[in-house]
T-cell receptor
């Protein structure tokens, strides 16, 4: 199998502060990682595609200046929620694509619960 | 844009019985992939089964099988001999290689397994 970790698993912050969430592929290299957002009892919504060594590709309606993504190595992508507000409170999930071809599986991290007070 | 629809927000099944979860999708592409993911209370997403659109044979993984009807754009998941550990939220997902492997998820079906 393949393992993807996220850190932290839970974070509580004050409104106006920035929060960084890390996504690591522990036993494989991932050129491509994805960031999702999930509200309670709802589906996963893709926020952006993170490509190692290049700028992230954001989905329509996602503010790239609000959600900064950096994919600096083949095993690490970070999502920074800048100037967080209560409406940013959500469950954030990353996934990492193992291999170069699509039919290789996406492996998901355990998620990070962000609460903004 | 591709859409994925799961019309059953909640389903329940008795332990050891069989249950079928429904999924329909909309696409103009001919080459794509379909997935069923399981999300238990831990929120960890787990791949249950995958189907390549170019394959006519329905995918199976132990107690899990799919009924893939390409013309009808339907992709249902059958769980046989349901176990208590099958209780979870199940998401149907669609993806294309041409779109960079991005996945579109359905709304999810919450499955309850009754002892």
């Amino acid at each position: 199998g393949a393992v993807v970790s996220q850190h932290p698993s839970r974070v509580i912050c004050k409104s106006g502060t920035s929060v960084k969430i890390e996504c690591r592929s522990l036993d494989f290299q991932a050129t491509t990682m994805f960031w999702y957002r999930q509200f309670p009892k709802q589906s996963l919504m893709l926020m952006a595609t993170s490509n190692e060594g290049s700028k992230a590709t954001y989905e329509q309606g996602v503010e790239k200046d609000k959600f900064l993504i950096n994919h600096a190595s083949l095993t690490l992508s970070t999502l920074t929620v800048t100037s967080a507000h209560p409406e940013d409170s959500s469950f954030y999930i990353c996934s990492a694509l193992k291999g170069q071809r699509f039919y290789n599986e996406q492996f998901f991290g355990p998620g990070t619960r962000l609460t903004v007070l | 844009a591709q859409t994925v629809t799961q019309s059953q927000p909640e389903m329940s099944v008795q332990e050891a019985e069989t249950v079928t979860l429904s999924c329909t999708y909309d696409t103009s592409e001919s080459d794509y992939y379909l997935f069923w993911y399981k999300q238990p209370p831990s929120r960890q997403m787990i791949l249950v089964i995958r189907q390549e659109a170019y394959k006519q044979q329905n995918a199976t993984e132990n107690r899990f099988s799919v009924n893939f009807q390409k013309a009808a754009k339907s992709f249902s998941l059958k769980i046989s001999d349901s176990q208590l550990g099958d209780a979870a939220m199940y998401f149907c997902a669609y993806g294309e290689e041409t779109s960079g492997s991005r996945l579109t998820f359905g709304e999810g079906t919450q499955l309850t397994v009754n002892p």
